[in-house]
Structures are given as C-alpha cells and as structure tokens.
C-alpha cells in the first residue's frame, strides 16, 4: 500500500474473494489505514464479557482516495471486520456477493491434563453495532449449506430486510444478519460447470497444460517482455487446443465435448496460467482481471465516484 500511495494512487480496489481472515488486530490495522481520526473499528461483546472497542489510533496511508472491495461467500472472519467498518463509515463500496458471516469470538482455557477448551465468550459487531455472525441454530447442515449455495442461488442477490436496521451516515441502509451483505451485488458464473470441466480441473489437466505449454515451445512465449504486452496480444489459438487434446487424451477427455461458455472459460483459464508461470502473481492477477465481472463492476463504479 505505501508503495501505491508512494507512486501517486488516488483509487484502489481492494479484493478479499475468498480471503478467509486470521488475526482481528491485523483487521484493525488495516481499517486503520483507510479511516480518519479515532473513529471505532469493531467493538466485541459477550453475555457475560464487557463490550471491548478498538478504533484508529494513527494517521492512515489513504484516508481519502477513491476504494472499492470485493467480497464473496469466501469472506469471513477478520475479512469482514474490516469490510463492514468500511461500509458503515461510507468509506467504500463493497462489491459481490455476501460474505461468509463468521463473527465469534473464543476464548481459551487450558487444563490440567495439558489440553485446552475453547468456549464461545462474544461476538464481534460494526461500528453500527451489526454482528458479524450469521445463525446456526438450525443446525451445521444447514449453515454449511447456506454458504455452499449463497453464490449460485438467484435470491442471493435480495437484501434480508428481516434483520435489525442501521443507517450510515450518509443515509444509506443496512441490515444486520448473515454476514456483510454487498452494496452492488455480482452473481457467481455457474454456466461453466459440468462433469467434463470439473473432470478436468478436478485431475489438475489445465493446470498440468499451463506448465507443459511453455516448457516445450518457449520462442512462443520469449516475445512478451511483460504481462500486459502478454495480455493484450496472445490468445489460446488452435495449436495450444490440440496440445491440451493430446495431453487429455489418455484420460479419454476432448475439448469438443465443451459448450461455447465452457470453452471461453477454459481458454481463460490456459492464458492465466500461463501468465502465472511466465510472471508469478503479476502476470496472473493482470490476465485474470481482464475479464473479472466483479473487478470490472469495481472499475465501473470508480469511474462514477
């Protein structure tokens, strides 16, 4: 972040797909960042634990710039601390899909025995006063299931209004319950699922094609100097399609079995893999978020801030 704040970024995308959290003080040092004065963060708070509130302590590095952030069902824990403070301060727009609603806090007790219990003491809640954590009194099954199905389901795009109401300052809004739920939502792409696709990423065949393919032609590769000239100007052409079928061909699999979408998707797929064999992370991330709806939704919306 300092190195873009450094060379002159004035908007940011920040992605947290899939981003599972960790450890709360490094949320909050995060949020820090991006929040003014001593404004609170989170605050947690147990039946028989007093509410503990942590703020902004220091001089954020881009307080001010222009912030979008990305959120799937894959967002949890000290993830969405950090996304929901954002939100109730107007501080961002958060785009996807709802996140995963994992707001709990454990305390740990060891015993004699040199084990350790875990007991559930408090929640952690926004600044509004929202808590984090979604429901489970219906059972594992269906907590599990909710979050499995959240990104397919057409409904997964309908605020729940049954929850508790808060409004920001700006006079936006928000529900409490199940999660952070999205400012604009992007629905996950199931048209690209079917048995030969997961047989196929399921076994590793692409993953295994990204790294043969440049291994065994490099003078196809050692043209591009960097990731964009790569991305703007190589496509998956007729050569590397029947690379791939010979490759697959023991496994009894043929790309011609795939629909037009699949194919586009599995194209995408071949050129970001390569990228990220050429070029690491940089040439992954570069290629990939291409052709991202939800990267591409985030641009939109900086354009109109």
Request: glycine share 8%.
């Amino acid at each position: 972040l300092e190195k873009l704040v450094e060379s002159g970024m004035t908007q940011l995308v920040l992605d947290l797909r899939g981003n599972g959290g960790g450890i709360m003080d490094a949320a909050v040092e995060i949020a820090d960042e991006f929040l003014s004065g001593d404004k609170l963060i989170t605050y947690t708070e147990g039946a028989h634990k007093k509410k503990e509130e942590y703020r902004c302590r220091r001089n954020g590095m881009f307080e001010e710039g222009k912030l979008v952030v990305l959120a799937d069902e894959g967002t949890a824990s000290a993830s969405e601390i950090l996304i929901g403070a954002l939100q109730d301060w107007d501080r961002a727009t958060i785009v996807g899909r709802r996140t995963f609603g994992k707001g709990l806090v454990q305390e740990q007790f060891n015993l004699s025995n040199r084990g350790a219990l875990r007991l559930t003491v408090s929640r952690y809640y926004t600044p509004l006063g929202r808590s984090i954590q979604r429901a489970y009194a219906t059972g594992n099954e269906k907590y599990f299931s909710e979050v499995q199905n959240s990104g397919f389901h057409s409904d997964s795009a309908t605020v729940d209004t049954t929850g508790k109401k808060f409004k920001t300052a700006s006079g936006k809004t928000l529900y409490e319950g199940g999660g952070i739920a999205p400012d604009v939502w992007v629905a996950s792409d199931t048209s690209s699922i079917s048995y030969a696709m997961a047989y196929m990423y399921g076994n590793r065949l692409v993953n295994q094609f990204t790294y043969r393919y440049p291994t065994r032609f490099p003078a196809l590769f050692n043209i591009y100097k960097t990731p964009e000239a790569f991305r703007q100007q190589y496509s998956i052409d007729e050569n590397a399609i029947q690379y791939f079928n010979q490759q697959i061909l023991k496994d009894s699999m043929n790309t011609s079995t795939l629909t037009p979408s699949e194919m586009k998707f599995l194209m995408n797929s071949m050129k970001t893999g390569i990228a990220r064999q050429l070029w690491r992370n940089e040439g992954y991330y570069r290629v990939q978020n291409a052709g991202d709806e939800a990267v591409l939704k985030a641009l939109d919306i900086l354009r109109n801030l």
